[in-house]
Structures are given as structure tokens and as C-alpha cells.
């Protein structure tokens, strides 16, 4: 398995991280994304750790804060052998204060999620967002707080806009506050707007990406064709409303690719999305999932093997967008030879 640096923090990540938000089951949308129970958490434990994918996300909302408590009890034991990366902010319960940023609602959270996972560190805690209510310096103060505490390791955001993140660090830099080193985003072949304002702000800044709904949403499981009804079992038919949105034409074109490319490769098509983005700037980690031992295998076969760049190049084709203003005048330096191509 390949590490990477997680942004300048000098820490290193596999290349795949496992997403728990299977773990659990509770609620309409964590229900239709997967319900392991211990038992079963612990064997898709066991598997990523023979693969060595040591790096798994959760958060304090995932199935009402079941996912975390399946998590730690997956991997009691073996503390020492994981990375532990969860996130905090969103609203957790019903109390006034149960949401948000605040130094209130920061301790408390990580306090709970720390129970809840069994352990007395957090390698890595993410804010799940931008809590436009809360003064940054206050925020960056109280996770410097945390993380001298010893109960955080690193932090990071996730679902930052660029002007939120560069606020937050720069309030860091003016106190000499810890920083943000990750930055949890969503990024895929029908998902690239990570591409024109966090790709570049994290190469400035030194954020690792750790990407999540590497193929969509379930969209580019190979399941969902050109002219074909969503199939059974899609987790689309319940949580369609929750799902990043993706114009249909450019789907299906995005899809025909990437079953050229697999075919070509004798790779299946979400590992030749998965493959995909770990070629791209500035990723650290791709956040896989599973409801099964079937699909994690599946997963995991996203590396060791590499496509060619023609292929590479066929899948950004059939990607591509028009970025939006101001970024489309410049984008790859078509006019500004003062801005390096990033992509």
C-alpha cells in the first residue's frame, strides 16, 4: 500500500482510507448506505488492515453516533495499529448549543466522540463545516486547545468553501495556532469543482485531500448505464435527494469511458474511477466504502496498477467542464502565464 504525506504535516496516510458511514444502519440515509454491526465491521477491519489501509473516517452524526461506536469497538485491541479520523460540528443533538464550532460544542463533541471510539486520541478531527457563526480565531483556538490536550493529533475542515478555509488558516498563522493539514472533499470523474479553487489552494497552503464519494454517489459502480433504470438495490432510490448533483448526459458519457478503460485494463469501473483520482493533485487519501466483503475487495483493487496516460487523458475528456468565472479565462494558464497548470 503506498503513504502520502497528509498536506505539510510530515504525517503519512495510505493512499485508500475506509469510510464507516456503512457502520451502524440508523436513520433513513445512513440505513440505505449499509448497517454493519460489530461483527461484521471487525471483518472488513481485518481485510483493509491485510491490505494496509490503516486510515479510518467516521463522524459524530454518522447513524447517530452508532458508526463511532462500532468503529472503536472494531477495532478495540488494535488501537495502536489504526488511524482514526472522525468529524464534528454538525448538529448532534437537540439542545441549543448541540451544533456548530463553539468552544462549547468543540469539547464536548470530541469528548463524546473519544467514548465513543474508545480512545483517549484523535489522530486526526475534521470540522464537517463552516460554522459562519463562531469568530474563526475562536474556533482555531479551541482546536489548538484540543490538539495540545493531546486528545487531537492533527485537524482538518471538510466542505469548505476556498475563502473559509483560507480564513481559518490565516487566523492560525496571525496566533500561531495549530493548522488545518487535511481538507475532506468531495471529488469524482462527474464531481470537479474541487478542481478549480481547493486543488490549488491546497497546493499553496499544504492540505492533503481526502476525498469522499470517490464514484459519486453510486453513480460510476458500472451498475447505472446509458438507457438503463436505476438497478435494484441502488442506494440512489432512497438518498438521491442527499447525492451531489450530476447532469445525465455527462454521466452516461463518463461512464462509457470508464468501461472502455476498464475493459482495456481488466480492472473493474470503480477501480478505474478510484485509479483515476489518485493520479490528481494534491490527493492524499480516496475514502473507500462497502456494505460487504465483495465490494471492499473490490475497492482495494483500485491500486497497485496503473492506466496509461492516453487513458487518463480519455477519462478527462469525457469529464470536463467549463470551470466558472474567474477561473475559465486562465484555467492551465490559457492566457496568464503566471498561473501553473495544475491539472
Request: proline share 5%; glycine share 10%; with cysteine.
Amino acid at each position: 500500500m503506498e503513504h502520502r504525506y497528509l498536506g505539510r504535516s510530515g504525517f503519512k496516510v495510505p493512499v485508500l482510507g475506509f469510510g464507516t458511514g456503512t457502520f451502524g444502519g440508523k436513520g433513513p440515509l445512513f440505513s440505505a448506505w449499509g448497517n454493519s454491526g460489530v461483527d461484521e465491521a471487525r471483518r472488513l477491519v481485518d481485510l483493509c488492515l491485510e491490505a494496509g489501509v490503516t486510515l479510518f473516517d467516521t463522524a459524530d452524526v454518522y447513524s447517530d453516533g452508532a458508526s463511532e461506536d462500532v468503529l472503536g469497538a472494531a477495532v478495540a485491541g488494535r488501537r495502536d495499529q489504526v488511524i482514526l479520523s472522525t468529524k464534528v460540528s454538525l448538529r448532534s443533538g437537540e439542545g441549543a448549543n448541540d451544533v456548530g464550532a463553539s468552544r462549547h460544542h468543540l469539547v464536548r463533541a470530541v469528548e463524546s466522540s473519544l467514548r465513543r471510539l474508545g480512545t483517549d486520541y484523535i489522530d486526526l478531527l475534521q470540522l464537517h463545516h463552516f460554522d459562519a457563526m463562531t469568530p474563526v480565531e475562536q474556533v482555531m483556538a479551541t482546536l489548538d486547545d484540543l490538539v495540545r490536550s493531546g486528545k487531537v493529533r492533527y485537524i482538518g475542515a471538510s466542505n469548505y468553501s476556498g475563502w473559509q478555509l483560507m480564513k481559518s488558516l490565516a487566523a492560525a498563522d496571525r496566533y500561531g495556532y495549530s493548522r488545518f493539514v487535511a481538507n475532506q472533499t468531495y471529488y469524482s470523474l462527474i464531481g470537479r469543482d474541487y478542481e478549480w479553487e481547493l486543488m490549488p489552494l491546497g497546493q499553496d497552503q499544504g492540505l492533503g485531500a481526502l476525498v469522499w464519494s470517490p464514484l459519486g454517489w453510486g453513480r460510476l459502480t458500472g451498475k447505472i448505464r446509458r438507457g438503463q433504470p436505476l438497478p435494484e438495490g441502488s442506494r440512489l432510490h432512497e438518498t438521491a435527494g442527499f447525492a451531489p448533483p450530476a447532469e445525465e448526459e455527462r454521466l452516461y458519457n463518463v461512464v462509457d469511458a470508464l468501461l472502455t478503460v476498464a475493459q482495456e485494463t481488466g480492472k473493474t469501473v470503480p477501480q478505474v474511477a478510484i485509479n483515476w483520482l489518485l493520479r490528481r493533485p494534491t490527493v492524499s487519501s480516496v475514502l473507500i466504502g462497502a456494505r460487504d466483503e465483495q465490494q471492499l475487495r473490490d475497492n482495494l483493487g483500485a491500486v497497485g496498477w496503473s492506466m496509461t496516460e492516453e487513458q487518463a487523458a480519455r477519462l478527462d475528456k469525457a469529464s470536463a467542464v467549463t470551470p466558472p468565472y474567474p477561473y475559465y479565462p486562465y484555467w492551465n494558464g490559457q492566457f496568464a502565464e503566471r498561473t501553473p497548470p495544475l491539472v
